[in-house]
């Protein structure tokens, strides 16, 4: 869980521009406390906010669209408010709403997702409990007093419905789209999550990619490992720099 430094202690990029965190499905902003404590002790500039939807961080009230493009028209409706461009960072089921923002909104210059879902390969609910199933064994037993408060918040219903709504959405065609950065962070152990999905993302995105999977890390990456969360947005920044300066 620590924030030691790794590498370089330079400035994480381009000041210009903006981060903004999309929770998980049913968590909220405490997912992301640890990441955003990194990246202040390792000088990154604290423009930087979290944007809560519904099932993404918010309950989600009986009829509200849960499906990726309108939980990504909301995002983009909240990027275009800040003025400025961002660097969007997701966390598994965030993962797709991120991406098609990115599409949607050419204010979006880079892209980091953790655990990123919809493999189209676990796109029915028996697959999908069998992944999750196989990758919570490897998760902390640390981590349920910080997730099931969470969970409790956004709710069972705003869950189900979420997941259920996103589950066959193609994220491999929407990242195709995007000419953005994108680095992919994963627990090596992390099942729903698979290697080779996450370099398919990798591989169908236009623009550069990368794939990190931690050593020993499940799918709760954000509260486990959020240093190398923090790395992976600022090996984004810094190819935003570079790719400014081409």
Not at 173 to 191: E, L
Request: aromatic share 4%.
């Amino acid at each position: 869980m620590g924030c030691a430094a790794s590498g370089s202690s330079e400035a994480f990029g381009d000041k210009r521009h903006g981060l903004v965190f999309v929770p998980g499905l049913g968590l909220d902003a405490r997912e992301w406390d640890g990441v955003r404590r990194c990246l202040g002790e390792q000088g990154v500039p604290d423009d930087e906010s979290v944007v809560l939807l519904p099932s993404l961080g918010d309950p989600a009230a009986r009829g509200v669209e849960l499906h990726v493009e309108a939980l990504a028209e909301r995002l983009v409706q909240a990027v275009r408010a800040s003025k400025r461009g961002v660097v969007l960072v997701g966390h598994s089921a965030s993962c797709p709403v991120v991406v098609e923002t990115a599409v949607r909104c050419a204010s979006v210059v880079g892209l980091v997702l953790i655990g990123p879902v919809t493999d189209p390969r676990a796109a029915s609910w028996p697959r999908m409990v069998a992944r999750w199933l196989r990758t919570a064994v490897h998760e902390r037993l640390w981590e349920i007093p910080v997730l099931v408060p969470q969970y409790a918040r956004t709710g069972l219903g705003s869950i189900v419905r979420g997941m259920n709504a996103m589950r066959s959405f193609r994220s491999d065609h929407a990242v195709a789209r995007t000419s953005v950065p994108v680095a992919i962070v994963r627990g090596s152990r992390d099942r729903i999550a698979p290697y080779d999905w996450c370099r398919q993302l990798v591989d169908a995105a236009a623009g550069p990619g990368s794939v990190t999977s931690v050593p020993g890390a499940g799918h709760m990456v954000p509260l486990t490992h959020p240093q190398a969360v923090a790395v992976a947005i600022r090996a984004v920044q810094s190819e935003i720099v570079d790719s400014n300066l081409r």
